[in-house]
């Protein structure tokens, strides 16, 4: 209700107060919008003392953060990239996830009419270009 720079300013103080700590920022992309960026950089690395706390942003979309966040010294240094899911590991998380829900460990058990290996085959076939997130949903 106070708008995107007070909740940036929260989440700064939050970790202010609780050093030492990690700080994980999900999908940046999102939340350093146009309207909130130099106020978003202000508080990474402003006036106010960040000492104690490790900040880690994630992005499905790194093209969408401005130059001045990504790529500047000191904000984040090093970054990872994650290639997308080859066929053998989206068939062992498959086989992983079809296991848990026959166990009933998702909540419910459920009796399937197919081997658990070919779900498992057919799910890591057909999710070409899927992430583990799209994955697991699925």
């Known amino acids: 209700m106070q708008g995107p720079e007070y909740g ?72 990872y990239n994650f290639e997308l899911p080859d066929i053998d590991l989206r068939r062992s998380f498959a086989t992983k996830w079809v296991e848990k829900v026959a166990r009933g460990e998702r909540g419910r058990k459920v009796g399937f009419t197919m081997d658990h290996k070919e779900i498992a085959e057919r799910v890591a076939t057909d999710s070409e270009g899927f992430s583990f997130a799209f994955m697991k949903e699925l």
């Open 8 to 79: 940036v300013r929260s989440i700064f103080n939050h970790a202010r107060k609780n050093a030492p700590c990690i700080l994980v920022l999900e999908d940046l992309d999102a939340m350093v919008t146009e309207k909130v960026r130099s106020f978003f950089l202000n508080e990474l690395d402003g006036i106010a003392a960040n000492a104690g706390i490790l900040t880690i942003a994630t992005t499905n979309h790194p093209e969408r953060i401005d130059d001045a966040i990504i790529n500047r010294p000191s904000r984040f240094d090093v970054k």
